[in-house]
């Protein structure tokens, strides 16, 4: 079995509620999941956590029409470094 393949949404889950989490609490387990995924496969083929956190910057602000707030790039880049590590801890390489 390959690393891609041991891949879990639940500690994207995690990742995702307690480093991101544009909503806030209260929202359903799968409402990051969609983004969650795409900032795995990302990182997974090689993108950097900038390019990460510029996407679910996007999110936040574009398609979530949230807007932007002071701290928003430090959370995304968190969340980016976050799933990286835990990629890492499935074998994936250490590039970024």
Same mark, same amino acid.
């Given at each position: 079995?390959?690393? *891609?393949?041991? @891949? *879990? /949404?639940?500690? /994207?889950?995690? @990742? $995702?509620?307690?480093?991101?989490?544009?909503?806030? #609490? %209260?929202?359903?387990?799968?409402?990051?999941?969609?983004?969650?995924?795409?900032?795995? %496969?990302? @990182?997974?083929?090689? #993108?950097?956590?900038?390019?990460?956190?510029?996407?679910?910057?996007?999110? &936040?602000? &574009? &398609?979530?029409? /949230? $807007?932007?707030? !002071?701290?928003?790039?430090?959370?995304?880049?968190?969340?980016?470094?976050? @799933? *990286?590590?835990?990629?890492?801890? /499935?074998?994936? !390489?250490?590039?970024?």
């Amino acid at each position: 079995m390959d690393a *891609r393949s041991k @891949i *879990r /949404l639940e500690p /994207l889950r995690e @990742i $995702g509620f307690r480093d991101w989490d544009p909503i806030g #609490g %209260g929202v359903p387990a799968d409402e990051y999941d969609t983004y969650l995924r795409k900032a795995a %496969g990302q @990182i997974a083929n090689g #993108g950097s956590d900038d390019a990460v956190a510029d996407y679910l910057v996007s999110v &936040e602000v &574009e &398609e979530m029409g /949230l $807007g932007s707030v !002071p701290d928003l790039q430090k959370r995304a880049l968190a969340v980016a470094s976050a @799933i *990286r590590s835990y990629l890492r801890s /499935l074998g994936y !390489p250490q590039s970024d």
